[in-house]
């Protein structure tokens, strides 16, 4: 049996729709773990009356809001607790077509090195939008930031992801969209689950690491197709918001994982922090998080 596990935040009505996509498409015996991260719009209200007499839903509600990675342990280790084989990981904003998790299973199944699948990702107006990221270094990073981005028309894009067929399998050492993967219990548990210093954002890369750290690998496969509204939840937070969280999670993975120097640092500081600081001249909502900002800078 699978553990799917579900983190809500003030999206009650788009995890129903992901419950009745999973309940509609999916063959294979599952339990969902559905994790309220202490919304603020009555989100748990409404799912418990919605699944209280599901006994394939379990609701849990987490007593406070440390974001991503904490609120999806909850869950993960509610599963394991559980004795699940293998975890799913869903953003209430995903619908799965048919049988995306029973072919995402059979994959993950289907060879030993594998630790994670992840399925084919197309947004609400049809593009595919599943990644397939490399490990992050240094150097990647900087290729994905301006102005370094702008050079992408000469491939420098490669250098951080994998350009693959996405209509073939595909397996690499890195890591694919947090949106929605499947992963091993056991190497989940090797890698002890998400990393809670990070709030938002980067949770894949810290994955990608661990997973390298045992020679696992990651796998894309086509036959499961899955659509995303892309970070939802996120937008009705606001742009400063998002951006306060992106840098803060970026600084912690390149010192921690990436283990950049000092000269290094300060050059991603130029590139992300030093932006977010002069919007904050002009911007009320960006000013609102620029004193959490330098507080995080002094600690780094």
Same mark, same amino acid.
Request: hydrophobic share 40%; aromatic share 14%.
């Given at each position: 049996?699978?553990?799917? &596990? ?47 007499? *599901?006994? *394939? ?36 904003? &995903? ?6 998790? *029973?072919?995402?299973? &059979? ?170 600081? &002069? ?22």
């Amino acid at each position: 049996m699978i553990g799917i &596990v579900i983190l809500n935040y003030n999206s009650w009505e788009d995890a129903i729709t992901c419950i009745a996509s999973i309940k509609q498409t999916t063959r294979c015996m599952y339990r969902i773990y559905l994790v309220d991260n202490k919304s603020t719009d009555n989100s748990l209200f409404y799912l418990n009356e919605t699944y209280r007499d *599901d006994s *394939d839903v379990i609701i849990i509600e987490s007593t406070e809001n440390k974001g991503y990675a904490q609120g999806n342990n909850i869950g993960v280790r509610r599963a394991l607790k559980d004795g699940m084989s293998e975890i799913l990981i869903s953003n209430t904003d &995903v619908i799965f077509q048919n049988s995306a998790i *029973d072919n995402m299973i &059979v994959a993950l199944e289907s060879r030993e090195d594998v630790a994670v699948v992840g399925p084919r990702i197309f947004d609400i107006n049809g593009n595919d939008s599943q990644f397939a990221s490399k490990l992050l270094t240094f150097m990647r990073f900087l290729r994905s930031k301006k102005p370094f981005c702008f050079l992408d028309k000469w491939g420098f894009k490669s250098g951080r992801y994998y350009q693959y067929d996405q209509l073939k399998p595909f397996t690499f050492y890195g890591m694919v969209s947090g949106c929605c993967f499947l992963i091993k219990t056991l190497e989940f548990e090797n890698i002890n689950f998400f990393d809670e210093h990070t709030f938002l954002f980067y949770e894949e890369d810290i994955v990608a690491y661990g997973l390298f750290r045992y020679m696992k690998m990651t796998m894309i496969t086509p036959k499961a197709l899955v659509v995303h509204n892309h970070s939802k939840t996120i937008k009705k937070e606001g742009l400063a918001f998002s951006r306060y969280h992106r840098c803060c999670s970026a600084l912690y993975v390149l010192r921690t994982y990436v283990r950049i120097n000092r000269f290094q640092l300060l050059v991603v500081i130029i590139l992300i922090v030093t932006p977010f600081c &002069v919007k904050s001249i002009y911007n009320r909502s960006y000013r609102k998080y620029l004193k959490k900002m330098i507080n995080y800078l002094l600690i780094c």
